[in-house]
């Protein structure tokens, strides 16, 4: 499997996020560090600042493939052809409803419509992936005439696209399953509006598909899309892939400051909480070995293990903290240990330590 980055196309789509072309191109050696193996640099027909920023990504000489976004019209072509990437993202809704209302043209119409765009890219030496818009609402009858065609005139990929976030795993991975019979390698993109993104994407994979797409902090229209530190490490721990894990800290960080969208304080790998114990049963497991409670190392992620103290905690809470500050004294545990069950406070690190050291001077 393979990671393909849409904060640069997808992300920006979200509201209130816009790169600067500086940005664009930090954000793309950040990713590029990371590993992943497409970033989908942006419309570059949307603005200036857009076709500049990609252009500039361009310029980098990253590992990773660039690929810009492309309505099937040939003005939109010839504006990728000017940022000098490798691929480009041809999309176009095949569904009836988006036929008949949207563009007012036949299946055959939009069908030579798509082809002729494919051909002009690929003439222009271009990699081309077409993603029929909506395809989980779409009917077969209609993918399969599109699809087929495009076969015929040289598409390289295809993405499955989970435009409105409506799949559900089982049902989307069917849908791969049933498209892999083209013999095209296969991308997915799944929205996260019923909280499935994630699932409907490692579902598809299970099908045949080869690449899943994602985003920093899971950004995009509406709800977003597939966060990228939980695919990344999905990928890592189940696909046996190398993704350097402790770069997505900082990475989710450098979004957050770049687009004033602040991540939940329990959101997988990069929340806050992400590696917080809490429970005195699982505090006093945790500080044998981590594993008993935790899954994923907190060190390979470049994190800290945290032990949060208030009424649920419990005398391993409590010693965990003083030992690092070189109290031992378990008459100071006890005492200090009934003091915060009945104040029902939360003690910081410094805190219980002030009151440790305060009751140390009462028992001596």
Same mark, same amino acid.
């Given at each position: 499997? /393979?990671?393909?980055?849409?904060?640069?196309?997808?992300?920006?789509?979200?509201?209130?996020?816009?790169?600067?072309?500086?940005?664009?191109?930090?954000?793309?050696?950040?990713?590029?560090?990371?590993?992943?193996?497409?970033?989908?640099?942006?419309?570059?027909? %949307?603005?200036?600042?857009?076709?500049?920023?990609?252009?500039?990504?361009?310029?980098?000489?990253?590992?990773?493939?660039?690929?810009?976004?492309?309505?099937?019209?040939?003005?939109?072509?010839?504006?990728?052809?000017?940022?000098?990437?490798?691929?480009?993202?041809?999309?176009?809704?095949?569904?009836?409803?988006?036929?008949?209302?949207?563009?007012?043209?036949?299946?055959?119409?939009?069908?030579?419509?798509?082809?002729?765009?494919?051909?002009?890219?690929?003439?222009?030496?271009?990699?081309?992936?077409?993603?029929? /818009?909506?395809?989980?609402?779409?009917?077969?009858? &209609?993918?399969?005439?599109?699809?087929?065609?495009?076969? &015929?005139?040289?598409?390289?990929?295809?993405?499955?696209?989970?435009?409105?976030?409506?799949?559900?795993?089982?049902?989307?991975?069917?849908?791969?399953?049933?498209?892999?019979?083209?013999?095209?390698?296969?991308?997915?993109?799944?929205?996260?509006?019923?909280?499935?993104?994630?699932? &409907?994407?490692?579902?598809?994979? /299970?099908?045949?598909?080869?690449?899943?797409?994602?985003?920093?902090?899971?950004?995009?229209?509406?709800?977003?899309?597939?966060?990228?530190?939980?695919?990344?490490?999905?990928? @890592?721990?189940?696909?046996?892939? @190398?993704?350097?894990?402790?770069?997505?800290?900082?990475?989710?960080?450098?979004?957050?400051?770049?687009?004033?969208?602040?991540?939940?304080?329990?959101?997988?790998?990069?929340?806050?909480?992400?590696?917080?114990?809490?429970?005195?049963?699982? $505090?006093?497991?945790?500080?044998?070995?981590?594993?008993?409670?935790?899954?994923?190392?907190?060190?390979?992620?470049?994190?800290?293990?945290?032990?949060? %103290?208030?009424?649920?905690?419990?005398?391993?809470?409590?010693?965990?903290?003083?030992?690092?500050?070189?109290?031992? @004294?378990?008459? $100071? %545990? /006890?005492?200090?240990?009934?003091?915060?069950?009945?104040?029902?406070?939360?003690?910081?690190?410094?805190?219980?330590?002030?009151?440790?050291?305060?009751?140390?001077?009462?028992?001596?």
């Amino acid at each position: 499997m /393979e990671i393909l980055d849409s904060t640069m196309r997808e992300g920006e789509q979200s509201p209130c996020v816009n790169f600067t072309p500086e940005q664009r191109v930090e954000l793309a050696l950040q990713l590029d560090e990371l590993g992943v193996e497409f970033i989908e640099a942006g419309h570059p027909s %949307v603005s200036e600042d857009v076709f500049q920023g990609i252009k500039m990504m361009a310029a980098q000489g990253l590992k990773a493939n660039l690929l810009a976004h492309s309505r099937a019209r040939k003005e939109d072509i010839d504006r990728v052809l000017k940022t000098d990437v490798q691929w480009i993202g041809i999309f176009f809704c095949v569904s009836d409803r988006c036929l008949s209302l949207r563009f007012r043209m036949s299946l055959d119409e939009a069908v030579d419509r798509i082809v002729e765009a494919v051909e002009y890219a690929r003439e222009h030496g271009l990699r081309v992936r077409f993603t029929p /818009e909506d395809t989980t609402r779409t009917k077969w009858e &209609n993918l399969e005439r599109v699809i087929t065609a495009l076969k &015929n005139v040289g598409v390289e990929r295809v993405s499955v696209a989970d435009t409105t976030g409506v799949a559900y795993p089982l049902g989307f991975y069917s849908l791969v399953l049933r498209m892999r019979k083209f013999g095209i390698p296969l991308h997915v993109h799944c929205h996260n509006d019923m909280g499935l993104a994630l699932a &409907n994407a490692i579902m598809g994979l /299970e099908a045949g598909a080869i690449v899943a797409d994602a985003a920093v902090n899971g950004v995009g229209e509406r709800t977003g899309i597939v966060d990228l530190a939980q695919l990344a490490t999905v990928a @890592n721990y189940h696909y046996g892939k @190398n993704y350097r894990l402790e770069l997505l800290h900082p990475l989710s960080q450098w979004m957050e400051r770049v687009t004033g969208i602040k991540v939940a304080k329990n959101h997988p790998v990069v929340g806050e909480h992400a590696f917080v114990h809490k429970a005195g049963l699982h $505090v006093a497991a945790v500080v044998q070995d981590p594993s008993f409670y935790e899954f994923l190392p907190a060190e390979t992620f470049g994190r800290t293990r945290e032990i949060f %103290v208030d009424k649920y905690a419990g005398r391993a809470s409590v010693e965990y903290h003083l030992r690092r500050a070189g109290i031992r @004294n378990k008459k $100071v %545990v /006890e005492t200090l240990l009934r003091k915060i069950k009945s104040s029902g406070a939360v003690y910081t690190p410094r805190m219980l330590v002030e009151e440790a050291r305060k009751i140390e001077k009462e028992v001596m």
